[in-house]
């Protein structure tokens, strides 16, 4: 009924989700749309540059949290606001409607002003700003291998003087005293402009901490502003130029000072403050806009102006979530007043720290070793509530299934007594229309063609697509009739193939560009070119300002797809669902004589068997179902579902390939069957040299596969020695169903080193040979495991 977007995985909004989780709110649909899967705990960094903290440690997994509350997350940068239509502009997928938004992006170098840095955040960039984490995260890692490896002391500089930049300071110059050698050791400086330390702290603090800076032999340069990056014309050092004249040589340059607001903020019409913060009331609305939000680093609160801390954005989340269930309710907002007062507790880089409040400061030696054992609770703690979810396998084996009902009867009741009753100040208030249209989708639906999408949605929806023009199309979506006519060019065959199948994933774009290109797999096997499809899909019920939206980002992704395979999508079928759900009828082009084709049985003894993709979707989409997977694995189980196996088809077929299929839902071991029963062969696998997505090993060893897997495991009879690997952390995966997976292919004994060097150049970089074909055996079971 009413969509609450998140841009950013902030704290606050990793609050939020939480609050929604525990206590969803009928009727509202949240989507968070963020860059990074894994969102860092700023409170934890330097104690993971110190080496006390693993990587996991100090992220939230942020898509996986988004799967426990029941939120859609959407792996993308945003660039703009649409505000007029209300919609989230990204920049690689479709605009993103919204009801209601709320921002919580932190904040992004500002450093502009200084000559020769260029964009900070660039890969080799002159030098890396803390924030954004992720991007400093990649640098740190590189510059530690640097120091390692180095031949002498590495000059580092940190430019800033505030709590942050004095502690990241001491944690890098603990990490790299503990993992070099004396001789190696970091000449370490830090550069400020101020006259001392933490100036927004107690003196006791500022000079406890400039004490210890000293005792581990880092310079520090008072009262200087750098103003200038230069690169060292004999070396690959930096000079950072100050305003006085003063050079520092730097093999690193770091830069902790303020930052400001997002460049593309400032398209919006929002009123920003001089550094491009979103300038907010104490709801935390913005100015100009009631149905747009702000917490955390990225907004300025007016009345309450406070220092960028993490414990601002922590303390923001409950009211911030309670405003947006007020808002969406149509219920008057309350206000929020900081803290005036907080505890800092800055750790010193090996495993003590100190206390910092107001004028106050506990900074005694004796102390500082408790001091770090409660910082730790106190983070640890924290990270517990986002991290250590409960597996939705343990929620089903409970049979805690009463939140589903609860959830069900209230969304009725909401929906009875809520029309017409929302915030005067939201144009999404419910009209005569869509009351009527949200209480048909909640009550008994019509089959048949009563089952349709309407026809004003479905026109709309579709009316920015833009199919690839193709003149055998006599009649398609160019002039919609009945059916679609095409032209078969002469001298060419149809190759026909049908693939569908509902949604795994909660981001409708992604999962049309995934249907499409799961479906084209079939056709790059047999050595055939796309020519056109039709689709078919399924869509839930409901208002018809959701799934207007919704059909127009499946069928965007889908035809993007299909665009680039040289495919035309000439018509289809949109019909209403419990699910939503997407297929394709493909036709793609042979020779008539069929030179060119490969089938399944061409597999000849002494060829190689090549595998294009890593495997193991299977169980990953499982343990995502589950809460049982990490963010980062799903990340790259969907890039290699998104990797097309066009380039591949080209590829396998230069180099002669006489056999070939796509892997798909019968997993390795059943495809593999198919192919030497057709061919009249055996075939012998070396499973050490499986490509295998980052995760699935361990997801197997759980226990988490996929519902299909059962049903492929009965082909275990065709493997010939399976006692002596059934214990392999990989034999589980043999039979691990997959979606949009490789193509599997047997190739010249002479040809297989060439190919594998040309599909690695290609991008395909997991591809791999994995065995190869032997003349057929006595025995029925053809397939043989070598380990």
Same mark, same amino acid.
């Not at 093999?251 to 930052?259: F, K, L, S």
């Not at 869509?539 to 799934?547: H, I, N, S």
């Not at 999508?569 to 060119?596: K, M, P």
């Not at 988490?704 to 049903?711: E, F, G, K, R």
């Given at each position: ?296 680093d990225i907004a300025h609160q007016l009345n309450h102006p406070r220092e960028k801390a993490g414990v601002f954005a922590v303390r923001q989340a409950r009211p911030l979530a309670d405003n947006l269930r007020r808002a969406v309710r149509g219920e008057p907002l309350k206000d929020h007043v900081p803290q005036s007062r907080w505890l800092a507790l800055i750790s010193t880089g090996d495993r003590d720290a100190i206390a910092s409040r107001g004028k106050l400061g506990l900074v005694a030696p004796r102390l500082r070793p408790w001091l770090w054992r409660w910082k730790d609770h106190i983070d640890r703690q924290f990270m517990a509530r986002f991290n250590e979810l409960p597996s939705m396998q343990d929620a089903a084996n409970a049979g805690d299934l009463s939140g589903l ?204 068997? /090549? +595998? ?5 979707? !299977?169980? &990953? @989409? $499982?343990?995502?179902?589950?809460? =049982? *997977? ?102 589980? /995966? +043999? ?5 949009? !997976?490789? &193509? @599997? $292919?047997?190739?010249?004994?002479? =040809? *297989? ?35």
């Open positions: 009924m009413r969509d609450i977007v998140l841009i950013g995985g902030g704290h606050s909004h990793v609050g939020v989700l939480m609050r929604f989780a525990m206590q969803p709110e009928p009727g509202v649909r949240l989507t968070v749309i963020c860059r990074d899967t894994d969102t860092p705990y700023s409170g934890m960094l330097p104690g993971y540059v110190a080496g006390h903290y693993t990587f996991d440690d100090v992220h939230i997994d942020l898509r996986r949290l988004c799967q426990f509350a029941g939120a859609r997350f959407y792996r993308d940068q945003v660039i703009d606001i649409d505000r007029r239509e209300r919609r989230v502009i990204c920049a690689e997928r479709p605009a993103v409607d919204y009801d209601l938004l709320s921002i919580n992006i932190g904040s992004t170098p500002r450093l502009s002003h200084i000559d020769g840095i260029g964009d900070p955040e660039a890969a080799d960039a002159p030098v890396v700003a803390v924030k954004p984490i992720s991007t400093f995260q990649q640098r740190w890692l590189s510059l530690l291998e640097r120091a390692r490896s180095a031949e002498r002391p590495l000059d580092i500089v940190l430019v800033g003087g505030g709590a942050g930049g004095v502690e990241l300071l001491l944690a890098i110059q603990q990490r790299l005293a503990t993992e070099l050698p004396d001789a190696l050791a970091p000449n370490l400086t830090l550069i400020t402009r101020g006259q001392r330390l933490l100036p927004t702290h107690a003196h006791t603090v500022s000079e406890a901490l400039a004490t210890t800076l000293h005792e581990r032999g880092i310079q520090v340069h008072f009262g200087e502003e750098i103003t200038a990056v230069e690169r060292a014309s004999s070396t690959a050092q930096r000079q950072l130029i100050s305003a006085s004249g003063a050079c520092h040589q730097a093999d690193e340059a770091i830069w902790v000072t303020r930052a400001g607001g997002a460049r593309w903020l400032e398209k919006t019409g929002l009123s920003l403050d001089e550094d491009g913060f979103l300038k907010v009331r104490d709801s935390l609305q913005t100015l100009e806009d009631d149905a747009i939000f702000a917490a955390g009902h609860q959830r069900i009867s209230a969304a009725w009741q909401a929906l009875r007594g809520r029309v017409g009753k929302l915030h005067p100040h939201l144009t999404a208030e419910l009209d005569e229309q869509e009351a009527h249209q949200a209480l048909s989708a909640l009550a008994m639906r019509c089959g048949g063609c009563g089952a349709k999408v309407g026809a004003s949605v479905l026109s709309r929806a579709l009316q920015s697509l833009a199919p690839r023009e193709n003149p055998d199309v006599l009649v398609g979506l160019h002039a919609p009739d009945d059916a679609a006519i095409v032209r078969v060019p002469e001298g060419q065959a149809l190759v026909h193939s049908v693939d569908f199948f509902r949604a795994f994933i909660d981001d409708p774009y992604l999962f049309g560009r995934i249907a499409a290109n799961h479906a084209l797999g079939d056709l790059y096997a047999m050595g055939a070119t796309p020519h056109t499809a039709t689709a078919v899909a399924t869509v839930p019920q409901g208002v018809e300002r959701k799934v207007e939206p919704l059909v127009r980002e499946l069928m965007q992704g889908a035809t993007e797809v299909l665009n680039e395979a040289g495919c035309s999508l000439v018509g289809g079928h949109t019909g209403e669902g419990q699910e939503l759900a997407l297929g394709f009828a493909l036709n793609g082009l042979v020779e008539e004589s069929l030179a060119g084709v490969t089938c399944k049985g061409g597999m000849q003894p002494g060829d190689v068997l /090549l +595998l294009t993709k890593a495997i193991g979707t !299977g169980t &990953l @989409l $499982a343990a995502h179902a589950r809460l =049982e *997977a990490r963010g980062r694995w799903i990340d790259a189980a969907l890039d290699s579902m998104q990797q097309s196996s066009q380039r591949a088809a080209d590829i396998l077929s230069t180099h002669q390939a006489s056999a070939s299929t796509d892997v798909t839902g019968f997993g390795l071991l059943g495809h593999l069957v198919e192919m030497t029963r057709a061919s009249g062969v055996d075939a012998e696998l070396e499973i050490d040299a499986l490509p295998v997505l980052d995760g699935a090993e361990d997801c197997v060893a759980r226990g988490v596969v996929s519902s299909l897997q059962p049903a492929n495991l009965r082909l275990k009879r065709a493997l010939k020695d399976q006692a002596g690997v059934i214990d392999h952390p990989r034999y589980p /995966l +043999l039979f691990d169903p997959q979606t949009a !997976g490789g &193509l @599997l $292919a047997s190739v010249p004994p002479g =040809e *297989a080193e060439a190919c594998l060097a040309a599909l690695k150049a290609a991008g395909y970089h997991a591809s791999a040979i994995i065995g190869r074909i032997t003349p057929q055996g006595d025995a029925l079971a053809p397939i043989s495991i070598k380990h």
